[in-house]
């Protein structure tokens, strides 16, 4: 399982509490070729991003990581559609208490500018391991239902 963060741009007429308040009950389309065009995210989503992938939902302008999904497809760089699926959001967990960039996410190289502008970025697992200290230390009252999203993947 790799961990990844989805980022988008609420200017940009989309927020992730569209996904979370969704009662989809199947998995989640997300992202199209005239949303994600970085070339680093499309690679990603071709050659990397698998089904049971972890994703962190990050909305940009906001500056706060709303929350967590897993991936319910491999990624897809062309096609008619979706390039990734997400699990129906009831699987997904919607954090009480999101994470801001400054200071929850501060060490975080795929939240900088360091790695790109890309909508599709990789976190290191000596990266996620912090996140999930802070993630529970902020909303201690999920922790079933993250540690129960986190085992999801294997």
Not at 42 to 51: D, H, I, T
Not at 55 to 70: S, T
Not at 88 to 112: C, G, M, Q, Y
Request: charged content about 35%; proline content about 5%.
């Amino acid at each position: 399982m790799k961990i990844w963060v989805f980022k988008i741009n609420t200017r940009r007429g989309w927020e992730f509490d569209t996904y979370f308040n969704s009662r989809a009950r199947r998995p989640y389309e997300l992202g199209d070729e005239g949303w994600i065009r970085s070339a680093s995210s499309l690679r990603f989503l071709r050659e990397e991003v698998k089904r049971g992938d972890l994703f962190l939902c990050y909305e940009v302008d906001r500056k706060r990581m709303l929350g967590l999904a897993r991936a319910a497809s491999d990624g897809r760089d062309t096609g008619v559609g979706s390039l990734l699926d997400f699990c129906p959001p009831s699987e997904a967990v919607r954090l009480r208490n999101p994470l801001k960039r400054h200071p929850d996410l501060d060490h975080i190289l795929a939240f900088t500018p360091h790695r790109g502008r890309g909508t599709v970025q990789k976190i290191d697992p000596d990266e996620f391991h912090e996140l999930r200290r802070r993630i529970l230390r902020k909303n201690p009252e999920q922790k079933k239902a993250l540690e129960r999203l986190w085992s999801a993947g294997g």
